[in-house]
């Protein structure tokens, strides 16, 4: 039997060795054994070469599943991020038109219509609403997951907000239930968070209260807690979190407090929900850091700190049908109701506890339930808030020193400090008259909140029901403050008009707008200017200053008062009757542009000729002599570009053979102003006049022979340096 | 309603306009050429804005009606309408024509229709703001009142 064997030799001279041994026997012709052959070869570098291409498939193989893992993470990411994109993106294309449709039944309601017609509207604008209301839930659910929602901090009152939504929840509320908030001593006037997100969990909660309670009542309760045990610091800070309120009164209330929160907490958790895990604490601009620092310095409380941290504990009970224990675990995943009987009973879409467990959880916080079925439920959720410490210091009414910063709460103190509220069923009721859409009923239900509250100052509470749309937010918000600026403001009408010439002395007519003035000529010069800071709690920034102003009547105008004296304008008009007047060429085939810049040139004193296109602007330079050229860029037949070309070429050459060669038949001699032989045409300056578009951009101007360019829209400013540059 | 009540309105309804974007400080301009010697002029211009953008939606809707759309000239039609709407200051009409346009170049029917709705939307919106708006400063007037001059900072 022939036989192969590999022998490893270790020399010294060349190291590891391996010889192939091969033997096998020798047969006689007999067949007989006589001998064996062998033979042997040196297969080193071949075994090398084997083993190495073992480690490479090897390798390969590891490789190889590696990146299908990959792949497959890569591909399910990918799915699931276009799958959200898709949501998100649908939920905005939906979003639009609906809006529309919601926009136009608006107007639509501003228009005569006889009462079924209104009504039929109504039930389309509510309609409309829910869903935009259900669109914006899809959406806030795919941001918050997706990690894009920002937290805002901004300083608000908690009892004002309890207060409002129970305002807002009582105005709608359609079954005889008793309302009530009670927001205990020991919670700050003011915190710093959220307000926007917390207003929308509490609306949540506190409609779904409602919804699922058909006697009895549905209440808030705002109390201070120590810090709970989910929280990231340790344990030794606890206690300590909780004296960010600097009345001593506090403390013994505080231990109490710790004794009977965790035993209730322990007592909600009953269903499972484990106060585990370290908790996001909220992201504010720099992310992490603040409640840290809050809760290191707490422990030298007397040192002067900018803010500590509170932890507010919310609940909002109702004496409702209740839910079984068997839902509980359910109750905060997205799209699931107690059953399926629920579902179809009381409606609603299921997203708005999943929206609040997220937010509160992205505050920092958690929110809980616990339930008995048939008697009620109370949810609860706990938060920190920062506070601010000099605004804190309301709460001490018995200290003088602090009445300076109190200068602010004068006014409100009753609200700020009144922390029980109740709308018992029907009272309210009275005061809202069913008219026209819910918009109105709304914008009731806050200026009657307001009454006492005067939020001038560095108050920034967006008082809008959730949810509504941003641009409604906007708009209510303004009103709002604009009230409370109306209320301090003199409107009187006499503007600064520093550009004006005076044809009619007499002629007042009563349409002319905000140009008058009174009777007496030394009128009140009373300047009056109110700063209305709007903060605005989306992510538009916008900062507006609204001054409506008077200032002093100009001497001219007195001058006009009394009839027929020449005010230095009209003089100056007058001279420019004389022949000096500049001729100015407008070049534009958009009507409303025409208006638009011919007004202007008017007011500045000069009257233009206008052409609609290259065409007729080419013929209007041969027949008359133009000191200045208005062109517009884009135009039907020839373009400003070309007209401009042709143009120049003429004053090269001296003859409008270019002109002639696009078409434009060269005008007839005596017409022609210009000796071609004489005198070089003068150059006329021809301003651009460009929409910024890319194909109008400023050098392809300057190519064509333009001396200058303006960009639409044509303000006055423009035009007026314009003039000053280019008229002699 | 007394002329400061009704005078009061005006203040704010003009305000929320642009701070939600309606307008945008081209008005404002408009505003201001509009004197003893042009006493009407807001109303014409937005009146001729009016006519000119309906006359132009109606060019679009037909345009993009077509079996074989000619891009070239329903762009050349929300060119007028840009144009028109940035003039009068606005706003909104004004970018939702700028979005309409880079779809144009696309040749993207799909989006060009939606364009088309959402410019009809934002024009019917500032349409009725602005008639709104110019029935308050009428009945001020009427009432004897003068319509106060307001200045935005932004």
Not at chain 1, 149 to 177: D, G, N, W, Y
Not at chain 1, 200 to 216: C, D, P
Not at chain 1, 251 to 257: A, D, I, L, R
Not at chain 1, 349 to 376: D, F, N, P, W, Y
């Amino acid at each position: 039997m022939p036989a192969k064997r590999e022998i490893t030799f270790e020399t010294e001279l060349f190291g590891s060795k391996t010889f192939l041994i091969y033997v096998e026997p020798v047969f006689s012709k007999a067949g007989e054994t006589i001998g064996i052959n062998y033979m042997g070869m040196d297969i080193t570098d071949q075994v090398r070469k084997r083993e190495r291409m073992i480690k490479i498939r090897e390798e390969i193989a590891v490789q190889k599943a590696k990146e299908t893992e990959l792949n497959r993470t890569i591909h399910i990411t990918e799915e699931t991020m276009r799958a959200k994109q898709m949501l998100a993106t649908m939920s905005h294309e939906i979003r639009s038109p609906l809006s529309g449709v919601v926009s136009m039944a608006e107007i639509l309601a501003t228009t005569k219509l006889d009462r079924e017609q209104r009504q039929l509207l109504n039930v389309m604008l509510s309609s409309g609403d829910l869903v935009l209301q259900l669109i914006n839930d899809i959406l806030d659910l795919s941001k918050v997951e997706s990690g894009v929602m920002k937290l805002e901090a901004t300083k608000f009152r908690p009892r004002e907000v309890v207060k409002h939504v129970l305002q807002t929840a009582a105005a709608s509320l359609q079954k005889i239930l008793t309302l009530e908030g009670n927001v205990a001593d020991d919670v700050p006037i003011e915190v710093i968070g959220d307000v926007l997100r917390i207003r929308q969990i509490l609306t949540n909660l506190i409609s779904n209260a409602i919804k699922f309670t058909h006697e009895g009542k549905v209440g808030v309760k705002l109390y201070v807690v120590p810090e709970p045990p989910f929280a990231k610091e340790g344990s030794q800070h606890g206690s300590d979190g909780s004296t960010a309120n600097q009345t001593t009164t506090n403390v013994p209330k505080e231990e109490t407090c710790t004794s009977t929160s965790q035993t209730s907490s322990d007592q909600r958790g009953f269903h499972g929900k484990k106060h585990e895990g370290s908790c996001q604490n909220r992201s504010q601009s720099e992310p992490g850091t603040p409640v840290m620092n809050g809760k290191i310095d707490v422990t030298e409380e007397q040192a002067e700190l900018p803010e500590t941290t509170v932890w507010i504990r919310c609940d909002v009970y109702d004496t409702g049908i209740g839910i079984p224990e068997n839902a509980l675990p359910t109750l905060f995943k997205k799209y699931m109701q107690v059953s399926a009987d629920h579902a179809r009973k009381y409606g609603g879409t299921g997203l708005g506890l999943a929206i609040c467990k997220q937010l509160v959880e992205l505050m920092g916080g958690r929110l809980t339930v616990s339930s008995r079925v048939h008697c009620g439920s109370t949810f609860t959720f706990i938060l920190p808030y920062k506070v601010s410490l000099s605004c804190d210091h309301s709460d001490d009414s018995d200290d003088p020193d602090d009445l300076s910063d109190m200068d602010d709460h004068g006014d409100s103190d009753d609200d700020a400090t009144n922390g029980f509220f109740q709308f018992q069923p029907r009272t309210l009721g009275s005061l809202f008259s069913s008219n026209g859409s819910s918009r109105t009923q709304k914008l009731l239900a806050h200026n009657i909140g307001h009454v006492n509250s005067h939020k001038i100052n560095g108050f920034s509470e967006n008082y809008c029901s959730f949810p509504t749309s941003n641009g409604q937010a906007k708009e209510m918000d303004l009103v709002e403050d604009a009230c409370s600026v109306a209320e301090a403001l003199e409107i009187s009408s006499e503007p600064e008009c520093s550009f004006s010439h005076s044809p009619d002395h007499d002629s007042e007519s009563a349409i002319c707008r905000g140009r008058r003035h009174h009777n007496d000529v030394n009128a009140e010069n009373k300047v009056s200017s109110i700063d209305v800071s709007t903060y605005s709690e989306t992510s538009r920034e916008v900062d507006v200053k609204v001054k409506i102003s008077e200032p002093q009547l100009p001497a001219e105008r007195q001058g006009r008062s009394d009839s027929g004296s020449q005010s230095t304008l009209n003089t100056g008009q007058e001279v420019s009757n004389s022949i000096s007047k500049p001729k100015i060429l407008l070049v534009e085939d958009n009507k409303i542009n025409v208006l638009v810049t011919q007004s202007m040139m008017k007011q500045l004193g000069h009257t233009i000729d206008v052409v609609n296109n290259g065409v007729q602007a080419v013929r209007a330079v041969q027949c008359h002599s133009y000191d200045l050229v208005l062109m517009d860029v884009c135009m039907p037949v020839m373009d400003g570009l070309q007209a401009t070309r042709l143009i120049r070429s003429f004053e090269e050459t001296g003859n409008w053979d270019a002109a002639a060669k696009a078409g434009i038949e060269r005008p007839s001699p005596s017409s022609d102003s210009l000796q071609p032989d004489c005198t070089p045409p003068k150059h006329i300056p021809i301003i651009a006049m460009t929409a910024n578009a890319l194909s109008e951009s400023a050098e392809e101007c300057f190519a064509n022979g333009m001396d200058s360019f303006v960009s639409k829209p044509v303000t006055f400013q423009k035009l007026k340096e314009c003039l000053e540059q280019y008229l002699p | 309603m007394e002329v400061g009540q009704m005078q009061r309105r005006l203040v704010d309804y003009t305000k929320s306009l642009f701070m939600e974007g309606f307008l945008d400080a081209q008005f404002l301009q408009l505003q201001q050429l509009q004197d003893e010697s042009n006493p009407d002029f807001v109303v014409e211009v937005v009146s001729l804005f009016f006519d000119d953008s309906e006359k132009l939606l109606n060019d679009l809707t037909m345009a993009l009606d077509q079996p074989n759309v000619d891009f070239k000239k329903v762009d050349a039609h929300v060119h007028q309408l840009k144009g028109s709407s940035s003039s009068i200051g606005a706003q909104r009409v004004k970018n939702a024509c700028i979005a309409f346009r880079s779809f144009c170049e696309e040749q993207n029917i799909d989006a060009t229709l939606r364009c088309l709705q959402q410019v009809k939307q934002e024009y019917y919106l500032v349409k009725n703001k602005l008639e709104t708006m110019l029935r308050l400063e009428q009945q001020i007037v009427a009432a004897g009142g003068s319509i106060p001059m307001i200045e935005l900072g932004f």
